[in-house]
Nanobody, 124 residues
Framework: QVQLVESGGGLVQAGGSLRLSCAAS????????MGWYRQAPEAPGKQREL??????????NYADSVKGRFTISRDNAKNTVYLQMNSLKPDDTADYYC???????????????WGQGTQVTVSS
């Protein structure tokens, strides 16, 4: 199994910054794309919103709502992905989930794994 453990969430005032981390562990042959998604607390039944993704080669993709404010990065040696969030707004308040596409063996299929989520609250 592959486990993803997020950390770094919390309460911050509007305009502040937070840095989220997500460490992957377990039976990992290869980590492909990793990313962050979020789900607002008032929308538990809605699909998680993509925030940012990063490939194993470092190519990134961002939601329009966070471009210029959030930066995704990864440390392949540590199997860890980060999300630096600056200029936070109350609309960024959500549970943030880490996602990773991983292979457990050379001949195993690539599967998508999720962390348990970390809460980010931005006060106005």
């Amino acid at each position: 199994q592959v486990q993803l453990v997020e950390s770094g969430g919390g309460l911050v005032q509007a305009g502040g910054s937070l840095r989220l981390s997500c460490a992957a562990s377990g039976s990992i042959f290869r980590l492909n794309a990793m990313g962050w998604y979020r789900q607002a607390p008032e929308a538990p039944g809605k699909q998680r919103e993509l925030v940012a993704t990063i490939t194993s080669g470092g190519s990134t993709n961002y939601a329009d709502s966070v471009k210029g404010r959030f930066t995704i990065s990864r440390d392949n040696a540590k199997n860890t992905v980060y999300l630096q969030m600056n200029s936070l707004k109350p609309d960024d308040t959500a549970d943030y989930y880490c996602n990773a596409d991983a292979k457990r063996a050379w001949n195993a299929p690539t599967r998508s794994y999720w962390g348990q989520g970390t809460q980010v609250t931005v006060s106005s």
